[in-house]
């Protein structure tokens, strides 16, 4: 068996239990790992020449976490009662835990036990944190890059080793939200003031500092509060009065950060309410019971399957060409690069390493790039994620200037410049007399085809989209777009860039829109449609945030800009000549903007604006234009137009080869424009619905509103074979083919 769990006795009797994971840079937990860990502690127990257990790890970090396929795992072993066999793995768990935490100990007298410490050289996360959380005594180094807390609730699972009984017991209901209900990773001074961690010391000391306690403790020292006589919950006990308000304004809170939409904050705060009126492993048992309720929903499966696996898997280059070498970025350079768009990708580039070069139309204009990242630069400075040192190293790596020679030695290139053919065109062929035979030229265009800007460059093979999201370095997706001509080594290079500034890519193929803008447009359109029916921009906005999309499509507009929108249904209307398909909604963008009103740039949109750019509400002046009927329609059906008007075009999407594999499809819709995460992107939405009521929602839904919901093909015939997409197209699929 291999060995993951490392044992050393030193002369003092103290065991340094070493978590060593082979073959992986963090540690993960899996069955292996579980079951390892339970007989060396059983050992330690039991071996009277041992004093005291020091936890830690021989990497730098502690652990990233538990391999979620360890959960698929317990339920796919359950056979015919998955339920089942996922309550009594937790329960294991738990046991285990639990183990640990009374280290021997007599149940009832709570004495005799073995002092355990908890000592955290780096980053901690999920069960990495949940093991530290069950030893008496917890110490973390004091590494910068450190980061520790409990993320579950982020891919619709939560904490559910321990993890939601032993926070909330130890910082009660209200405190422990933050690490909980958010899932917010700290620093370890952070996650010290707030009462989960004991000591922060020196890297140097942290193992020293353990020992020194573990010889140190008494026996009261090893006893959790819980296990204690006259404990009582921190903030209150549910049927107290002070407990009474703390959940009531928990349960508030949380119903209006997720309108409903996420279970497992749901089933969390259920966990916690009900776990406070019992004693601790009775609220061990109420957490396994609500912790398999949410595994044996689809939604968690659909989330942890788009955010975890998927999302994991395309960034570690699951659809990179296979047979071409590292194409990691030296040297960047950036057409455009004093614009916003432009000077962000030189931010995030610079920020990995990587020489960059801001070429704009002159001197002072690219300064503006420099500008723009020296004021990110200054804010991380301000928060302390930043020394002044490495801000002078960034900014060194930075050349802003409108001579093009400048690009020379440069691997790849991205054009960043206006939306405009003949523009993209200019910069193209000026920056190609200075490029290299094996550069890489991109253009981050988000509506032309990428296979007509290519025949501005000199190689087509070489050219290739690299479509970011705004604003830049806060927007994980990254969209690559394959032209017609386009090569393997132009889609590694691509995909290495991203991998390098640490985002996550998806690879489509050529196509109006390309996938993230096809699938959007529609929302908005939808949503903007419905107000020139009467519908109530309310119930429009409501019935989206129900559905769990960050923004409604009012919104969503107003922060993207009318005028914008307005560009390209012109555009989009001058290329399709009289294929283009009318749409009420384009007279009302006409007139809002008109009327002034660009959205949140201009302080006036969908939404007013107060001077500062706060949002302030729907403006009521848009119903003297567009009156609210009277009839309002029902705010499923209204879900369904907006879901489906996004959901379809990823089918088509897909029909149409211009996704060439679901995953990038999911995990793009989340990632681009926050499709309902807890669904795992349109497809796994559309798993989760079945595809034969689904195909029944459409038709119903093409029979009233017309064409634009007619039921593609594809979905007809998984339909009438009752297939699923993750069954028919996933990676498993696949591979069995």
């Known amino acids: 068996m291999t060995e993951i769990f490392h044992t050393e006795i030193d002369a003092d009797g103290v065991a340094v239990l070493s978590w060593d994971l082979p073959g992986r840079s963090m540690n993960v937990m899996t069955m292996e790992g579980l079951a390892e860990l339970d007989a060396a502690i059983d050992a330690l127990l039991a071996d009277d020449a041992v004093k005291g257990i020091v936890l830690t790890s021989a990497k730098p970090d502690f652990a990233g976490g538990m391999d979620l396929n360890i959960l698929q795992g ?45 000592a955290c050289p780096g980053t901690a996360a999920g069960i990495g944190l949940e093991l530290g959380l069950a030893c008496h005594r917890r110490f973390a180094a004091d590494n910068p890059k450190a980061k520790i807390g409990l993320p579950e609730i982020m891919v619709g699972i939560f904490p559910g080793a321990g993890g939601a ?12 939200a933050p690490f909980l209900m958010e899932g917010k990773m700290m620093a370890p001074a952070k996650v010290k003031a707030a009462g989960l961690v004991d000591e922060v010391v020196p890297a140097d000391d942290l193992i020293p500092a353990a020992k020194a306690w573990v010889l140190a403790a008494k026996a009261a020292d090893i006893v959790k509060p819980w296990d204690a006589k006259g404990w009582k919950m921190p903030g209150g006990a549910p049927y107290s009065a002070q407990g009474f308000e703390t959940f009531v304004g928990a349960a508030a809170m949380i119903h209006g950060k997720t309108q409903g939409a996420y279970p497992a904050h749901k089933a969390l705060l259920a966990a916690v309410y009900e776990g406070a009126m019992v004693d601790f492993d009775t609220a061990l048992r109420i957490e396994a019971r609500w912790f398999t309720k949410i595994l044996m929903n689809p939604s968690s499966g659909a989330m942890i399957r788009s955010l975890f696996l998927n999302k994991e898997a395309l960034e570690k280059g699951a659809v990179r060409p296979k047979d071409v070498a590292d194409m990691r970025v030296k040297k960047i350079g950036i057409l455009g690069g004093g614009g916003f768009m432009g000077a962000g990708i030189g931010y995030v580039s610079a920020m990995a390493g990587i020489e960059v070069v801001l070429i704009d139309r002159d001197d002072a204009s690219a300064a503006k790039g420099v500008d723009f990242v020296t004021g990110l630069l200054d804010d991380a400075l301000k928060k302390k994620r930043l020394t002044e040192d490495k801000k002078t190293a960034i900014l060194g790596q930075i050349t802003a200037t409108a001579d093009y020679a400048a690009l020379s030695g440069c691997d790849l290139v991205i054009e960043a410049v206006f939306e405009d053919p003949g523009v993209k065109k200019i910069v193209t062929e000026a920056a190609q007399a200075h490029l290299g035979p094996d550069a890489i030229f991109a253009s981050n265009t988000s509506t032309l085809p990428i296979t007509d800007l290519a025949g501005n460059y000199k190689d087509p093979e070489k050219f290739i989209g690299i479509h970011f999201f705004s604003p830049v370095h806060k927007m994980m997706l990254v969209e690559i777009i394959k032209g017609k001509k386009t090569g393997p080594e132009a889609v590694a290079k691509a995909l290495d860039f991203v991998r390098q500034i640490r985002k996550t890519p998806i690879v489509v193929n050529d196509a109006r829109f390309f996938y993230a803008n096809r699938c959007i447009i529609p929302y908005i359109n939808e949503g903007t449609r419905m107000v020139t029916e009467g519908v109530a921009p309310a119930l429009i906005e409501n019935a989206a945030k129900q559905m769990g999309m960050p923004l409604g499509p009012l919104q969503l507009v107003d922060e993207t800009a009318l005028d914008l929108g307005q560009k390209i249904a012109k555009a989009t209307k001058a290329a399709m000549g009289d294929a283009y398909p009318e749409n009420p909604a384009d007279p009302l963008i006409d007139w809002m903007v008109g009327e002034g009103r660009l959205g949140r740039k201009a302080k006036a949109g969908f939404y007013a604006y107060d001077d500062k750019g706060k949002r302030q509400g729907l403006w009521d002046g848009l119903a003297a234009k567009y009156p609210v009927a009277d009839d309002q329609p029902d705010v499923t059906e209204v879900q369904h ?15 149409q080869g211009v996704l060439e594999d679901i995953r990038e499809g999911d995990v793009g819709a989340i990632l681009g424009w926050g499709f309902a995460p807890w669904s795992g992107g349109p497809f796994s939405w559309l798993d989760i619905l079945g595809a034969d009521k689904a195909a029944a929602i459409t038709d119903a839904l093409t029979a009233k509103f017309g064409e634009r919901f007619a039921t593609p093909p594809l979905l007809t015939e998984m339909a009438a074979k009752g297939e699923t997409f993750y069954g028919r197209f996933g990676p498993q699929a696949k591979a069995a083919a």
């Open 74 to 118: 317990m339920k796919d072993q359950a056979g015919d009662d998955p339920a089942k066999g996922l309550f009594e793995g937790v329960m294991r768990m738990h046991a285990l835990l639990r183990k640990l935490e009374l280290a021997g100990m007599d149940r009832k007298t709570r004495k005799g036990g073995k002092p355990v410490a908890w």
């Open 165 to 176: 009984t032993r926070v909330s017991r130890m910082l009660g209901a209200m405190a422990a």
């Open 641 to 655: 137009r907006l879901m489906m008007a996004q959901s379809l075009e990823a089918v088509r999407a897909l029909e």
